[in-house]
T-cell receptor
Framework: DAGVIQSPRHEVTEMGQEVTLRCKPI?????LFWYRQTMMRGLELLIY????????DSGMPEDRFSAKMPNASFSTLKIQPSEPRDSAVYFC?????????????FGEGSRLTVL | GENVEQHPSTLSVQEGDSAVIKCTYS??????FPWYKQELGKGPQLIID?????GEKKDQRIAVTLNKTAKHFSLHITETQPEDSAVYFC???????????FGQGTRLTINP
């Protein structure tokens, strides 16, 4: 398996623009997580899905952030409009919980810079 | 909710020496404690984990210990090598929950 695939790896945009980050989880995994990593706040959970259904979005910072999972093999995290304080590395992770402790497999991240 | 504190934030050791990273958690309902290693430009990767019914677990040069009473757990790396240089994160998860709460991370540098 190719692992969790994220795109783009790097995104530089200007304040006010819409940003869409994409994730393809590992086939067969039933949980998908979006994390944000910054120096100040570390790894923060933004939202997670179980079988494509959003379960907990309490970590989503504001209404400017939205996430979708239209099918088992694809998820998006959208920021509209983007602001400089959104600059961070965004990680997608997937896991298979049934019968196990659910190791998280992370993608390589999408580094977002908002100017 | 759960809160995880991790120390130290940076650690530098000589190659061949041991490294210890410590974490404390707040919620006694947590029962799963993984450690992740993040190399430069990569996502975190699980290196070892421990459940609350076990006090210690070892895998070659790495070991994790858990003290449920004190609510703290530690990562021990022996005979450190240059490839151990990375950022290490501890995490905790409550029983029945899906959410992993991470510590702030420790940047470990192995000096040759």
């Amino acid at each position: 398996d190719a692992g969790v695939i994220q795109s783009p790896r790097h995104e530089v945009t200007e304040m006010g623009q819409e940003v869409t980050l994409r994730c393809k989880p590992i086939s067969g995994h039933d949980y998908l997580f979006w994390y944000r990593q910054t120096m100040m706040r570390g790894l923060e959970l933004l939202i997670y899905f179980n079988n494509n259904v959003p379960i907990d979005d309490s970590g989503m910072p504001e209404d400017r952030f939205s996430a979708k999972m239209p099918n088992a093999s694809f998820s998006t995290l959208k920021i509209q409009p983007s602001e400089p304080r959104d600059s961070a590395v965004y990680f997608c992770a997937s896991s298979y919980r049934t019968g196990g402790m659910g190791e998280l497999f992370f993608g390589e991240g999408s580094r977002l810079t908002v100017l | 909710g759960e809160n995880v504190e991790q120390h130290p934030s940076t650690l530098s050791v000589q190659e061949g020496d041991s490294a210890v990273i410590k974490c404390t958690y707040s919620d006694s309902a947590s029962n799963y404690f993984p450690w992740y290693k993040q190399e430069l430009g990569k996502g975190p990767q699980l290196i070892i984990d421990i459940r609350s019914n076990v006090g210690e677990k070892k895998d070659q040069r790495i070991a994790v210990t858990l003290n449920k009473t004190a609510k703290h757990f530690s990562l021990h790396i022996t005979e450190t090598q240059p490839e151990d240089s990375a950022v290490y994160f501890c995490a905790a998860r409550m029983a029945g929950a899906q959410k992993l709460v991470f510590g702030q991370g420790t940047r470990l540098t192995i000096n040759p």
